[in-house]
């Protein structure tokens, strides 16, 4: 679906994201969502908590899962995805502490399997994910997975690509500060969600966009997988869909 703007497809986003949680209020069931870090979600999660202030639209009823974490990171580091999703999301709305899982960027490194595997099992646990939220990095990476990752894969701990880093290092000050891995879910754990959205804005991204739509289905862009689940929709902006 291809938007004039950012603003309009990020509206869309968050409206569907909102009907889906009413929904399952009004049938008394929890609603999982799979979240997303990154500049292309922002405006999404401040129009769900627009409506969370001026609709009552309430996320008591919400369990979330965010896609990834960079590794090691500190909780409250202001570049971790910890810090972004309160500042951005949880700290404005009523969902419970209990219900916000994010990975752990401070699990020590003999941990760490365990660690992913219980993430795994706990998403499992809550009924697998209805909605999952996705952006997309240059690389073709979904989450941090990056290219080489494997079709049936598991929340892991995993090396950033040079450009995933390049990316990242304003954020961080110098590439030197940009931490070598991450954990995040894998694409076997995306592709089992219910429904996904993938959005991507602006020109940058077009390029990757293009590959991902109309490009062969391969490790090297994983973001291709999506091609073979049966409930995706990619949400653009004009500038990103201008290759297709
Ligand atoms: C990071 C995140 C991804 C995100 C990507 C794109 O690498 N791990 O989940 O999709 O950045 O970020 P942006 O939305 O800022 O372009």
């Known amino acids: ?3 004039d703007d950012s603003k309009e497809g990020s509206l869309h986003v968050a409206m569907e994201i909102a009907t889906l949680i009413r929904e399952k209020a009004d049938k008394g069931q929890t609603c999982v969502l799979g979240l997303a870090t990154g500049s292309s979600p922002i405006r999404v999660y401040e129009e769900l908590v627009r ?3 001026d609709e009552g639209l309430s996320f ?6 965010n896609l990834d974490e960079y590794y090691p990171m500190e909780r409250n580091n202001i570049q971790s995805y910890h810090y972004f999703m309160h500042q951005h999301l949880f700290d ?3 969902i419970p502490a209990a219900n ?7 699990v020590s490194a003999d941990d760490l399997q365990d660690y992913c595997k219980d993430y795994e099992r706990q998403i499992e646990a809550a009924g697998g994910l209805d909605f999952q939220l996705l952006g997309i990095g240059r690389t073709g990476h979904i989450g941090f997975n990056e290219p080489g990752s494997h079709f049936n894969s598991a929340t892991r701990d995993i090396t950033l690509d040079h450009i995933t880093r ?5 954020a961080f000050k110098g590439l030197e500060n940009v931490p070598r891995k991450a954990i995040t879910m894998g694409i076997g754990t995306i592709r089992k969600a219910k429904r996904i959205v993938l959005m991507a804005w602006g020109q940058n991204k077009s390029e990757i966009v293009k590959e991902t739509v109309e490009g062969e289905i391969s490790s090297e862009v994983p973001a291709t997988y999506l091609q073979e689940h049966s409930n995706t929709t990619f949400v ?3 500038e990103a869909a201008q290759n297709l």
């Open 1 to 3: 679906v291809i938007f």
């Open 51 to 53: 409506m969370h202030k």
């Open 60 to 65: 008591k009823n919400v369990v979330t899962f």
């Open 92 to 94: 404005h709305v009523d």
């Open 100 to 106: 916000v899982n994010i990975p752990d960027g401070t």
């Open 166 to 170: 390049v990316d990242a290092a304003p």
């Open 236 to 238: 653009l902006d004009k």
